[in-house]
């Protein structure tokens, strides 16, 4: 059941794009087309989860015993920005197209606040190693799953008639926060 809470309250109830605001710029950049999005969420999902991973262990294996625990934020940029590196080597040469319409935004996970925000709220939330997979993986499917939610209403609004002093980005902010609004609904899922 702790497995069950740890994915609703990662993927839903607290989705760290749209309850915590972390991740903002490629979820307002990456989110025009749905094909994008969903590059630049499997892409997330690699980088967090695997993030998770060798932060937890960097962590507790290698910081707390020296006891310089102070130096995991500059640790766990460095390992982000290994792992975003690898990803982006791998994208460029496996899906040369998705690799160019991700464009600046692939090496920006390596600034993505999100992806570290998850490695540092596992390390406080006093996860162990399962439990941090688990949170990791389900919040970078919650980011997926923002993305990916207002790339198919933003595809949809470029169909549809928008006054003209509303196209673009006043409209997208409006958008994104009303679907911020309506995931928060979410919040009596799981106690």
Same mark, same amino acid.
Request: charged residues 10%.
């Given at each position: 059941?702790?497995?069950?809470?740890?994915?609703?309250?990662?993927?839903?109830?607290?989705?760290?794009?749209?309850?915590?605001?972390?991740?903002?710029?490629?979820?307002?950049?990456?989110?025009?087309?749905?094909?994008?999005?969903?590059?630049?969420?499997?892409?997330?999902?690699?980088?967090?989860?695997?993030?998770?991973?060798?932060?937890?262990?960097?962590?507790?294996?290698?910081?707390?015993?020296?006891?310089?625990?102070?130096?995991?934020?500059?640790?766990?940029?460095?390992?982000?920005?290994?792992?975003?590196?690898?990803?982006?080597?791998?994208?460029?040469?496996? %899906?040369?197209? /998705?690799?160019?319409?991700?464009?600046?935004?692939?090496? *920006?996970?390596? $600034?993505?606040? +999100?992806?570290? =925000? &998850?490695?540092?709220?596992?390390?406080?939330?006093?996860?162990?190693?399962?439990?941090?997979?688990?949170?990791?993986?389900?919040?970078?499917?919650?980011?997926?799953? %923002?993305?990916? /939610?207002?790339?198919?209403?933003?595809?949809?609004?470029? *169909?549809?008639? $928008?006054?003209? +002093?509303?196209? =673009? &980005?006043?409209?997208?902010?409006?958008?994104?926060?009303?679907?911020?609004?309506?995931?928060?609904?979410?919040?009596?899922?799981?106690?």
């Amino acid at each position: 059941m702790e497995f069950f809470n740890i994915i609703v309250l990662a993927l839903l109830v607290n989705n760290i794009v749209l309850a915590q605001f972390l991740g903002i710029c490629p979820f307002m950049g990456v989110s025009s087309k749905v094909s994008t999005s969903v590059g630049m969420g499997a892409a997330v999902v690699f980088v967090m989860t695997l993030a998770n991973l060798a932060t937890y262990l960097i962590y507790n294996y290698v910081l707390l015993p020296f006891d310089i625990g102070f130096m995991q934020t500059i640790t766990f940029i460095f390992v982000i920005a290994f792992l975003v590196q690898v990803v982006e080597i791998i994208l460029k040469k496996v %899906a040369p197209e /998705l690799y160019q319409a991700l464009g600046i935004f692939l090496p *920006l996970i390596t $600034t993505n606040c +999100a992806v570290l =925000g &998850v490695a540092l709220l596992a390390i406080q939330k006093n996860y162990n190693l399962i439990e941090s997979i688990v949170y990791s993986s389900s919040s970078a499917l919650g980011f997926t799953l %923002a993305l990916i /939610l207002l790339a198919g209403i933003r595809e949809q609004m470029d *169909l549809n008639d $928008t006054p003209k +002093a509303m196209k =673009g &980005v006043p409209i997208t902010l409006i958008t994104a926060g009303l679907l911020s609004l309506a995931f928060m609904g979410f919040s009596g899922l799981v106690k």
